[in-house]
């Protein structure tokens, strides 16, 4: 069964720092792209980060770019989303999501909230 499991979310202060954590089990780590989305209240769904499972590439929301760091340690098969400098705009349900071809997982989330 592919289970993937966000925790590291909660209450920061602006200018603070967070790091989420996905813990990935059911699926061989390498045949999937890895990425965090999030989701504000009343706001579509919205990339944040994604580290291609094929060449090692990665993306940011030019929102996040320079402050948030994706990194992955397979010998953990876990996900990491490092978030400094946090603004309160960045308070959101983040959510880890695994694609492939013809697959695509997703998390229940983690919520983060950032105050002024």
């Known amino acids: 069964e592919v289970q993937l499991v966000e925790s590291g979310g909660g209450l920061v202060q602006t200018g603070g720092s967070l790091r989420l954590s996905c813990a990935l089990s059911?699926?061989?780590?390498?045949?999937?792209?890895i990425g965090w989305f999030r989701q504000a209240p009343g706001r579509e769904r919205e990339m944040v980060s994604c580290l291609s499972s094929t060449d090692g590439s990665i993306d940011y929301a030019d929102s996040v770019k320079g402050r948030f760091t994706i990194s992955r340690v397979n010998a953990k098969n876990t996900v990491y989303l490092q978030m400094n400098s946090l603004k309160p705009e960045d308070t959101a349900v983040y959510y880890c999501?695994?694609?492939?071809?013809?697959?695509?997982?997703w998390g229940k989330g983690t919520l983060v909230t950032v105050s002024s």
């Open positions: 059911g699926f061989t780590f390498d045949d999937y792209t």
């Open positions: 999501n695994a694609r492939s071809v013809g697959m695509n997982y």
